[in-house]
């Protein structure tokens, strides 16, 4: 084949596939309930990116599960203790808890929940736990594989008498972040309040006493130092404390 006709048919082939992106997008945008600031031109990439993966991938997929032997050493970055002395904004609240060996955390669950509620390390231990052995996939181009323990954020929900007409979960930390994921996400299996990493209590740097994990999408998901949970029909981008305002993409699904 001579190269001018690759070239044509590669371009051929694109174009193609970009069509048919764009012609699967809106077609699923009732469906999907697409976050409403995917609507800039600039986030057409993770418009397509979230569609696609909700229509052509199975909903409750599984992340590849490792061994013991597999576990390797993980960095822990970003933020790495809201308490610190040294902190711009540090966190009084999170210093006082730490300083209690997290005895008085609590995780308050409200929104579209029908009782609403505040959950203890004690309140989620006593829930079904799951543990696994999941990649922890960075941004910043590196992995790291670990051991997480924790409760299943979908019992948590259930707990708190997840109502119909929800749509989203808000998570806010005590380092100021605000993020979300829809109710595939959140009723994974693999989604956890994890409270234990490779055998031990989660580590303050790790994001003690409670953080997300979301075995689905990009580490940067797994939110560290939960604080509270949000139950929403709306979507809500975190505004200045979210992921989209601060250049990151709200989907990272992998």
């Not at 006709?5 to 970009?18: E, K, M, N, P, S």
Request: charge should be positive.
């Amino acid at each position: 084949m001579k190269p001018a006709d690759l070239i044509t048919r590669r371009r051929a082939l694109l174009v193609g596939l970009g069509a048919a992106g764009g012609l699967l997008v809106p077609a699923q945008l009732r469906r999907l309930r697409l976050p409403p600031t995917y609507g800039h031109i600039l986030r057409m990439g993770d418009n397509l990116t979230y569609a696609a993966h909700r229509t052509l991938l199975p909903s409750q997929r599984l992340a590849r599960e490792f061994s013991y032997k597999d576990i390797s050493s993980f960095p822990a970055i970003g933020m790495t203790n809201p308490g610190a002395p040294d902190k711009p904004n540090r966190s009084e609240e999170y210093a006082r808890l730490q300083k209690g060996g997290f005895a008085d955390w609590r995780l308050s669950v409200t929104g579209l929940v029908s009782s609403p509620g505040r959950f203890s390390l004690a309140d989620l231990k006593a829930l079904p736990s799951r543990t696994q052995i999941t990649r922890h996939t960075c941004e910043e181009g590196w992995s790291a594989i670990a051991e997480w323990t924790g409760v299943q954020l979908g019992r948590v929900l259930e707990a708190a008498g997840l109502r119909p007409e929800a749509r989203w979960v808000n998570f806010y930390s005590f380092d100021g972040w605000i993020d979300s994921i829809d109710l595939l996400d959140a009723l994974h299996p693999q989604t956890l309040l994890a409270y234990g990493m490779n055998g031990s209590h989660l580590s303050v740097p790790h994001g003690a006493p409670v953080r997300l994990r979301v075995e689905t999408q990009m580490g940067y998901k797994s939110m560290k130092f939960l604080e509270r949970i949000v139950v929403r029909d709306t979507f809500d981008d975190g505004g200045k404390q979210g992921n989209i305002q601060n250049g990151w993409a709200w989907y990272a699904g992998i």
